[in-house]
């Protein structure tokens, strides 16, 4: 019974594969499958290619996507961010990614008009503006009577932060 079976590869390499794990009637229908396909070499090499176009492509994209982010942020006058570098530029691609999404879904699929859109957007950047200053001013000179004031993030709800969370 022949173990020994000598396949030319679909890239052309030629390799001696023992085959004797195989049952014997699956041996030949196994060497034929091999034979269709790449030899092993060849294959991971596409695959690593594949996974370093793959990476390269996102990088690309996340950085499309951040540019993006950032001329709206400034086009739109929104506070900044503050955190690790990662985090405020997650933050400013969610924050980017649900305004627009709003826009989209409420002015130009959905009945709300151009003027009732820029009412709720003057107000989400007066509310965002307000919190960032008051952030601000509580870092710089906490004063001890405005300390029972304070809310802590966590107690702002979906209804009184203006555009909910991301998540």
């Known amino acids: 019974m ?3 079976w000598h396949i030319t590869h679909s890239c052309g390499h030629k390799a001696e594969r023992d085959l004797s ?13 091999l034979a269709n396909r790449e030899c092993t070499d060849c294959w991971r090499a596409a695959r ?4 370093q176009d793959k990476a390269a492509w996102l990088e690309a ?40 999404d709003a826009y989209t879904g409420l002015v130009l699929e959905g009945e ?4 009732q859109w820029e009412v709720i957007e003057e107000t989400a950047l007066s509310r965002l503006a307000a919190q960032h200053d008051e952030i601000q001013r509580l870092r710089n000179d906490p004063a001890p009577e405005d300390a029972g004031n304070v809310r802590p993030l966590a107690s ?9 969370s991301c998540s």
């Open 61 to 100: 994209r996340r950085a499309e996507e951040q540019a993006e982010s950032d001329a709206w942020s400034a086009q739109y006058r929104m506070p900044p961010l503050e955190g690790t570098v990662r985090a405020v530029a997650w933050g400013v691609r969610c924050r980017h990614q649900i305004l627009a």
């Open 21 to 33: 794990d195989r049952a014997a009637d699956r041996r030949a229908g196994f060497a034929e499958w």
């Open 48 to 51: 690593t290619t594949d996974e």
């Open 112 to 115: 709300t008009s151009e003027a």
């Open 2 to 4: 022949k173990k020994l």
């Open 156 to 164: 702002v709800s979906s209804k009184t932060a203006p555009f909910g």
